[in-house]
């Protein structure tokens, strides 16, 4: 059974720091991966989608790299800003693309500090 | 822009009443589903649907049914509802294998 690991489960940085968040799987068979943030009480927002033959997807600030052989990927966020924070997930997509492999991990709660 | 509606942000029920989530998708999307989000526990999925009248069960069924009768809307059914279905649900659409876009969020307290 896929488990997905978000370590830390909290990280706080001043603002205009670069900084990495990290997601690791145990299945590398996986189809794609998907970064979503998630502010309080509201659902999640979609960042970026790494499909399985990718290496990397960008979007403004944002990089992620996806290394299937080692069951990572991380989330670069480059200067970050206090609008950044929030609680960053990741979820990783089965082998067949099934909506029941669908892995989520259990995030990493960010603060940028002003 | 992508939308994912759900009808209800904030509800009160009491316990054994019955209580519909719904949520609309304006994607044409086939696959959507139904999860709920608790603190330590992450998101854990309910129901899902590969596409019209189509549903099957996630990890966490019991005491949950879905409905989907158009592409648009799937719809979530607690039959008679209790105090531990206190949580937040969240509805999410996807074309297969794409992106999944989610909902805002329906907070439900049941007392």
């Known amino acids: 059974k896929q488990e997905v690991t978000q370590i830390p489960a909290a990280l706080s940085v001043p603002e205009g720091e670069n900084l990495v968040l990290n997601c690791s799987f145990t299945d590398s068979a996986i189809y794609n991966l998907q970064w979503f943030r998630q502010d309080p009480g509201k659902g999640l927002t979609s960042l970026l989608l790494?499909?399985?033959?990718?290496r990397e997807q960008t979007s403004g600030r944002l990089n992620a790299s996806l290394d299937k052989s080692s069951g990572r990927s991380t989330l670069y966020i480059a200067a970050s800003q206090p609008g950044d924070s929030a609680t960053y997930l990741c979820?990783?997509?089965?082998?067949?693309?099934?909506?029941?492999?669908?892995?989520f991990g259990s995030g990493t709660q960010l603060t940028v500090l002003p | 822009d992508v939308k994912v509606t759900q009808s209800s942000r904030y509800l009160v029920k009491r316990t054994g009443e019955k209580v519909f989530l719904e949520c609309v998708q304006d994607?044409?999307?086939?696959?959507m589903f139904w999860y709920r989000q608790d603190p330590g526990l992450g998101l854990r999925l309910i129901y899902f649907s590969y596409d019209v009248k189509m549903k099957e069960k996630g990890d966490i069924p019991e005491g949950y049914s879905v409905s989907r009768e158009k592409k648009e809307r799937f719809s979530l059914i607690l039959e008679s509802a209790s105090t531990n279905q206190t949580s937040m649900y969240l509805c999410a659409s996807r074309r297969f294998g794409n992106t999944i876009y989610f909902g805002e969020g329906s907070w439900l307290t049941v007392v």
């Open positions: 979820a990783v997509g089965g082998s067949s693309g099934s909506a029941r492999q669908l892995t």
């Open positions: 994607m044409d999307h086939e696959n």
């Open positions: 790494i499909q399985s033959s990718q």
